[in-house]
């Protein structure tokens, strides 16, 4: 271990003999250059750290005997550039990490890493991952590479990568078109958001079967194809699009399908089947589009709904279509009336009269009941076994929490029919 | 400088309190948090105990934990001697050597087959 030192210079012959070393650790110094001589007697090196320090540049060949090396870290120095055969000689590479430098462009040296699994680059200057970027690197898991200024990505960056899991883009603003992911069957989320992509490809659910999570918020999307071929989908984001309608086969027979966000788009209309096959959904985010109606078939598992910003849809809800819900905000005060929050209501309303009630006088534990639903007759001086009573069927009928609640500016009837 | 932050910390604390020990650690030590029982209390160490791996950042130096086969680690991913049981192999521990490879049970490493 040479690491936390001030170690400006690495003289060739430092490592000569050391035939056997396979753990090195040089970081935390003061290198400013790779120690590429003294780097070429080292044939049994796994595992190497030569971050923090004040590198800069990696030169064509720098490791070039090191084939047995395995890990690789050059975090936090100034790396600006890297020569086009830099990572030569360095077969057995499974882990690169490049986070926090300066590197201008995409490392394109990594093509002679056929064995990298792991590779980091994220904290980087780095505008654009080009076409066919990891052709030579089939066997990578993962790929950090966020915090960088990406705004063009190839259409073909990030094809033929069989082990890929997570695939996160934002803010490329470049993009205009969904990448292809042919070959890259195992991608379970996918992210790709705050970019200008304005159609979803028809295949694109073939190309990903594992899909869970797919996340595609402020992009512009107008028209959804249908995602029937991404059977394992549990999340899918789609805020922030220009989305007009839903239709009966948009979301067919997605059975694990848990929560969709189209929240801020322009839905106009939903297809009445749209959600009858999603027997997993439990949260539905439709705020700020241009509803007149929800179809309620295949909603009944909701928990959470949200309709704010949707000015046409008035009609009233009624309990029995989402017996579990939890959290529920809707356009108008009138429509949480089914959930008992007027008896809340009236009760509060005798709090309020009460005002002179100093605040020590007033058992917080009181109000909680005051809001169980279906209680309006309730005389607070429930014994305990009513209160244990109480408290049974309150979790039966756990409280909704119903937004905007009515109040004496809210009234529980709708006063325009 | 918060109340409950002292001055006076000791070993290799920047900074201290009463109740968690050190909260920050002096250059190129790495910070530890030790449980004893339901607490955890903060350490510095010059180099992180058995079992876990240290990485250095410009702002702190952290320790974290090698894989549950893994008594030493360079990082989370690559062992460098494993548990009883496993026979290490390029950063990974195996209960069996793979094809070609056989397996040295003093060193408990997998190793080229010598003809």
């Known amino acids: ?417 | 400088v918060h109340p409950n932050v002292s001055q006076g910390c000791q070993g290799g604390c920047a900074t201290c309190s009463d109740y968690n020990g050190c909260l920050s650690c002096k250059p190129r030590l790495f910070f530890v948090l030790e449980r004893t029982g339901m607490k955890q209390i903060g350490v510095c160490l010059s180099s992180c105990p058995s079992g876990y791996y240290g990485t250095r950042y410009p702002d702190i130096n952290k320790c974290a934990k090698c894989k549950a086969d893994c008594d030493t680690c360079f990082t989370r991913n690559f062992c460098t001697k494993c548990k009883s049981g496993f026979y290490l192999y390029s950063g990974k521990c195996l209960e069996k050597c793979p094809d070609g490879l056989e397996a040295n049970n003093h060193t408990m490493e997998c190793t080229s087959i010598v003809h």
């Not at chain 1, 550039?81 to 201008?104: I, R």
């Not at chain 1, 002679?112 to 780095?126: D, M, P, V």
């Not at chain 1, 929490?401 to 004496?408: A, D, E, R």
Request: net charge negative; hydrophobic share 40%; glycine share 6%.
């Open chain 1, 1 to 417: 271990r040479l690491d936390a030192n001030l170690i400006s210079v690495v003289p060739e012959k430092s490592f000569e003999g050391l035939l056997s070393l396979r753990h090195l650790w040089l970081d935390d110094n003061a290198l400013t250059e790779i120690p590429v001589q003294a780097l070429n007697h080292l044939p049994a090196l796994q595992a190497m750290t030569l971050a923090l320090n004040q590198i800069w540049h990696i030169p064509d060949f720098a490791f070039q005997n090191l084939s047995s090396l395995v890990v690789l870290h050059l975090h936090n120095n100034r790396i600006q550039s890297l020569g086009a055969n830099g990572f030569d000689g360095l077969h057995n590479l499974e882990t690169l990490d490049l986070n926090y430098n300066e590197l201008l462009e995409f490392p394109g040296a990594i093509k002679t890493l056929g064995r990298l699994q792991e590779l980091g680059f994220h904290s980087n200057n780095i505008k654009a991952i080009p076409e066919n970027a990891f052709v030579g690197n089939p066997l990578l898991q993962t790929i950090h590479f966020y915090d960088n200024p990406i705004q063009f990505v190839g259409q073909s960056a990030f094809q033929y990568l069989p082990k890929l899991h997570t695939l996160s883009l934002n803010g490329a603003t470049d993009i205009r078109e969904f990448p292809d992911l042919k070959g890259t069957t195992s991608l379970e989320v996918l992210t790709l958001t705050h970019a200008g992509i304005l159609l979803l490809p028809r295949g694109m659910c073939q190309q990903l079967p594992s899909l869970r999570v797919l996340e595609l918020s402020h992009n512009q999307i107008e028209d959804l194809p249908s995602f029937h071929w991404c059977q394992r989908l549990e999340e899918l984001g789609l805020q922030h699009n220009r989305i007009h309608e839903i239709r009966a086969d948009t979301f067919v027979q997605l059975i694990a399908l848990r929560s969709i966000d189209l929240s801020w788009n322009s839905i106009r209309f939903i297809h009445p089947e749209a959600f009858v096959t999603l027997h997993s959904l439990t949260k539905l985010d439709l705020t700020d589009n241009q509803l007149v109606t929800l179809p309620l078939d295949g909603l009944g598992g909701l928990t959470h709904l949200k309709l704010q910003g949707n000015p046409a849809v008035s009609e009233p809800l009624t309990k029995e279509s989402f017996p579990k819900m939890r959290v529920l905000e809707v356009p108008y005060a009138y429509q949480c009336c089914a959930y008992g929050s007027c008896s809340s209501f009236f009760k509060m309303s005798s709090q309020w009269e009460a005002e002179d009630m100093s605040p020590e006088e007033e058992d917080p534990h009181k109000r909680t009941m005051e809001l169980f639903p279906g209680h309006a007759d309730n005389q607070y001086d429930l014994d305990t076994d009513d209160l244990q009573l109480d408290l049974e069927e309150s979790k039966l009928h756990p409280t909704v929490q119903c937004t905007p609640s009515p109040g004496p500016f809210k009234p529980c009837d709708n006063l325009f029919e």
